[in-house]
């Protein structure tokens, strides 16, 4: 039972260079999220997806961008990495939108930008 | 807008004794739900409990429970009998019927002692 499954656990990058964090869940979730967590800030939202071809901006989606071609992945890049994009990214799913779905969790990608 | 607000960066508690996380939220959604979340050292966050905004009762799942005071928009963590294991950070979150969007705290830093 697989759930949410994030590649790479780990990455280094050079300013300027260009990435794709992939996310992939096997529970037909319709909702998808990416979150960053830094220090002293909990976790904040990036941007999200309420089913197959949709997709809107959370808090925080400069430097971001998502596609949603398919249910099952919710791929998240970043363009030209900055130094400040230096955070631990999560992805999470739900069945819904509705407000008694809980997200779950990927184990997370921590990204390094030098 | 919604806002979640906990304001206790740090806790500690003995072993066996119970304690209390504090969360306050703010949202025009007329209906929503209260989630907390644990993140152990390893990394990974854990669902631990739902409370949705129209509960008659407080939520329970064995050694944690919800303290939901509606009018005064506080929904806290009340850990029973802590365990060594209970050591991690606590994040409380929400989700409004409008919004979509899973919106979470700061957290808590929650470390037991023996």
């Known amino acids: 039972n697989a759930g949410v499954t994030q590649t790479p656990k780990f990455q280094v990058l050079k300013t300027g260079q260009s990435m794709t964090l992939q996310c992939a869940q096997d529970?037909?979730?319709?909702?998808m999220s990416w979150y960053r967590q830094d220090p002293g800030m909990g976790l904040r939202l990036i941007h999200y997806?309420?089913?197959?071809?949709?997709?809107d901006q959370g808090e925080v989606p400069n430097g971001y961008n998502v596609s949603r071609s398919t249910t099952e992945d919710f791929p998240l890049r970043l363009l030209s990495a900055a130094p400040s994009q230096t955070s631990v990214y999560f992805c999470?799913?739900?069945?819904?939108?509705?407000?008694?779905?809980?997200?779950?969790f990927g184990d997370g990608t921590r990204l390094s930008i030098l | 807008a919604q806002k979640i607000t906990q304001t206790q960066p740090g806790m500690f508690v003995q072993e066996k004794e119970a304690v209390t996380l504090d969360c306050t939220y703010d949202?025009?959604?007329?209906?929503?739900?209260l989630f907390w979340y644990k993140q152990p050292s390893s990394g990974e966050m854990i669902f631990l409990i739902y409370q949705g905004s129209y509960d008659q009762q407080n939520a329970t799942e064995g050694r944690y429970s919800l303290n939901f005071q509606k009018a005064r928009k506080s929904a806290n963590l009340v850990i029973s009998a802590s365990q060594l294991g209970d050591s991690a950070m606590y994040f409380c979150a929400m989700r409004g019927r409008d919004t979509d969007k899973l919106i979470f705290g700061t957290g808590t830093r929650l470390q037991v002692f023996p």
């Open positions: 949202t025009s959604d007329p209906s929503y739900g």
């Open positions: 997806s309420v089913g197959a071809g949709i997709t």
């Open positions: 529970m037909n979730h319709e909702y």
């Open positions: 999470a799913s739900s069945s819904g939108t509705g407000t008694n779905q809980p997200q779950h």
